[in-house]
């Protein structure tokens, strides 16, 4: 059963950087892809960041383009999202999830599962 764990989200004034970690159990990063979104109050969950499984290709939302960075550690099967020059808009609970097998349809929710419980990132003065 695939399973992940968020966490490092928290309070950041804007302009800040946080590290948001995803622990991974039932896969193999270097075998299925992954990604991170979000979901802000009243808002659809929206795709962020995704790396391919194999090739490690990352794709980006253009809202954070240059700003959040996609990386993973395999051997230790975590992900992690590198966040930089925070904007209040931001703010949302952020998820990791892999894509659904056999398919891969970057920053789409629908295509991907095994949803964490999510880690709350708040940018705020």
């Known amino acids: 059963q695939v399973q992940f764990v968020e966490s490092g989200g928290g309070l950041v004034q804007p302009g800040g950087s946080l590290t948001l970690s995803c622990a991974a159990s039932?896969?193999?990063?270097?075998?299925?892809?992954v990604g991170w979104f979000r979901q802000a109050p009243g808002k659809q969950r929206e795709g962020v960041a995704c790396i391919t499984s194999r090739a490690g290709t990352t794709v980006y939302a253009d809202s954070v383009k240059g700003r959040f960075t996609i990386s993973r550690d395999t051997f230790n099967k975590t992900l992690y999202l590198q966040m930089n020059s925070l904007k209040p808009e931001d703010t949302a609970v952020y998820y990791c999830a892999t894509a659904l097998p056999g398919t891969y349809y970057p920053l789409d929710s629908s295509y991907f599962s095994s949803w964490g419980q999510g880690t709350q990132v708040t940018v705020s003065s």
């Open positions: 039932g896969l193999t990063l270097s075998g299925s892809a």
